[in-house]
């Protein structure tokens, strides 16, 4: 079935750092992957998706690209603020009727300032 | 229609009791997901509505679990005989059947605890 890996954390980090997140899919098909985030004591939301191969979401200098090659979509942003501290998960959209969605475990991410 | 609402936000209850949590959707999103979280993991699918209509059920979905969503609207996630492996939090998105497409909008859960 599909699944979702995402690199092991925590991540600490300190102020304008750049933040790299792996995540690696196993799907049958073109599913559809993204990112959400879920700040503390908040519910989940989008962050940012993609739709097809080299397609490349972003959102609030957040950026991913899909890449089929290697089934990854790695989450990368070239300066974080400690306002990014969230928990976020990779997650893809399977193509049958039902279109639900697979997460990863997620990864916490705290920014020092 | 600010978002997708469930209550209540956090639950607490004695092992071997019944709970039932509510989802409040997007009016206009035909399509409902439960999922469950627990500590450290992504969330998890439970199951799926179309309208009324329960067209899928994750095996994570014992024969204590059951779901229902009447006349298409809010829907009711109700646990039987709970047990504290059950203790997680409980997640409820909706989305539209077409137009937006991947628009999945998740409300913000529902703690359950059991002791």
């Known amino acids: 079935g599909d699944s979702v890996t995402q690199m092991e954390g925590p991540v600490t980090l300190s102020e304008e750092a750049f933040l790299t997140i792996n995540c690696t899919y196993t799907a049958t098909g073109y599913p559809s992957l993204f990112w959400y985030v879920q700040y503390p004591g908040e519910g989940l939301q989008l962050l940012l998706k993609a739709t097809k191969a080299d397609d490349k979401g972003s959102n609030k200098g957040f950026e991913a690209t899909y890449r089929k090659e290697t089934t990854s979509f790695h989450l990368e942003k070239g300066s974080v603020q400690v306002s990014d501290s969230a928990v976020y998960f990779c997650?893809?959209?399977?193509?049958?009727?039902?279109?639900?969605?697979?997460f990863g475990k997620g990864i916490t991410l705290s920014v020092r300032p | 229609d600010t978002g997708v609402s469930q209550d209540p936000r956090h639950k607490i209850t004695k092992r071997g009791q019944n709970v039932t949590f509510r989802c409040d959707p997007i009016s206009e999103h035909n399509r409902l997901y439960w999922y469950r979280q627990t500590l450290g993991q992504g969330p998890e699918f439970l199951t799926y509505?179309?309208?009324?209509?329960?067209?899928?059920k994750s095996r994570l979905l014992s024969d204590r679990f059951s779901a229902e969503r009447p006349k298409g609207s809010f829907s009711t996630l109700e646990i039987q005989r709970t047990e504290q492996g059950d203790s997680a939090m409980y997640l409820c998105a909706s989305r539209p059947d077409s137009g937006t497409g991947y628009g999945y909008t998740f409300g913000s859960g529902t703690r359950l605890t059991v002791v």
């Open positions: 509505f179309q309208n009324e209509a329960q067209l899928e």
């Open positions: 997650a893809l959209r399977d193509t049958g009727a039902n279109s639900k969605l697979t």
